[in-house]
């Protein structure tokens, strides 16, 4: 928008708009930039939008600046996510889910690739402290405030299985596909049931099985019925 606005990029000959993970855009809070750009394109042209969930801001966008617009579906909003098994496991506090974790970890070699997602950076941070000392050299961290290089290196250690952990935030629910993650673990809740989608999407992707554990404190979760209690 800033390179528009300046002259020093020219949109009139724009003749696609691609516009991927509108609906992360739009949560972002990014609404106002988004549709300034698409008041600076020309009418005559062609939109493709990519979104993982059809939120109601999505199709006030669509509405509004899209023509007889056609919607391809992966999957029906809300289709049960048969190839992943979900587990919750209810945990008083942050000690008892890393002790947790660790036995995990340590007891079930079926845990070949773990996705561990937790809600801040300071707390994958804390978190992979502690967990390298009970599995050193197999568990690597990322999230924003890591650079580039550091991010890409983390990612290819992990799908090339050099770490059997990776801990993450948000940051990695979307947009990435690792093949074979064996398990994702939600260390904490995410915001957003959306969220909770995408980071359980990591695994069980190309028709194979996944599983998705999903640790819960009472304080964040009093209405949940565990299917697992420690």
Known sequence: MDLALSGALKLKNIK???????DEMLNLGFRAQLTHVLDLLPTRRQNLMFS?????????IIHDF????????????GTPL???????????????????LEFLLLK??????????????????????????????TVGVIHSNKDQNFRFNSV????????????????MARGLDIAEVS????????????????????????????????FVTERKCRSCRPQKRL
């Open 16 to 22: 696609r708009l691609v516009i991927d993970e509108v």
């Open 52 to 60: 993982a969930t059809m939120t109601p801001e999505v199709d006030a």
């Open 66 to 77: 899209f023509q007889h617009p056609a919607v391809i579906e992966a999957a029906p909003a």
């Open 82 to 100: 048969a190839n992943i098994r979900q587990t919750v496991y209810h945990v008083p506090n942050f000690n008892t889910k890393v002790n947790l």
């Open 108 to 137: 079930r070699p079926d845990m070949s690739k773990v996705l561990v997602f937790a809600s801040t950076k300071v707390l994958a941070d804390e978190l992979y402290e502690k967990m390298s000392e009970h599995l050193p050299g």
């Open 156 to 171: 290819r250690q992990f799908r090339e299985g050099a770490f059997r952990v990776l801990i993450a935030t948000d940051i």
């Open 183 to 214: 398990h994702v673990i939600n260390f904490d809740m995410p915001e957003s049931p959306e969220n909770y989608i995408h980071r359980i999407g990591r695994t069980g992707r190309k028709d194979a099985e996944g599983v998705a554990l999903t």
